[in-house]
């Protein structure tokens, strides 16, 4: 399948239409558009406030949980969901998020985030 670029932020009915399965035109010359089909039976959802990524040579690794228990500097978190991408698609993802977050703090004001230690590295784990 080849790689497709596609059209900058879209907007909320854009986004509608997407989720419906219906093609975005192409916003510039030399653009393709995007079509989301719907799947074909129930997708999982997954609520996350602890992700954790790593990167390997060729992967991005993000693992979603819950935090369940924060006791004397031991956060406990249940994992809920792994997803692995190449590497460039990550760094898409990470982009695209970015204008994302830009364009709702443009029309909502900053998002705070709270101040303090980075995160935590995990401990080696098993696979």
């Known amino acids: 399948m080849p790689r497709r670029q596609l059209a900058g ?4 009915a854009s986004a509608r239409a997407a989720a419906r399965g219906a093609a975005r035109p192409p916003a510039e010359p030399g653009q393709t558009s995007l ?11 997954f609520y996350t406030n602890n992700t954790q990524v790593r990167l390997s040579l060729v992967d991005a690794v993000l693992d979603l949980g819950i935090v369940e228990s924060v006791q004397s500097g031991k956060v406990t978190v ?3 969901a792994r997803v692995i991408m190449a590497i460039p698609h990550a760094k898409r993802l ?3 998020l970015s204008r994302q977050l830009q364009d709702y703090e443009a029309q909502h004001g900053a998002i705070p985030v709270a ?3 980075a995160a935590p590295r995990l401990a080696a784990q098993a696979e």
């Open 9 to 12: 932020p879209q907007g909320a």
């Open 35 to 45: 079509q989301m089909l719907p799947p074909s039976g129930e997708r999982p959802t």
């Open 78 to 80: 249940r994992q809920t």
């Open 94 to 96: 990470a982009q695209a």
């Open 115 to 117: 101040e303090g230690p």
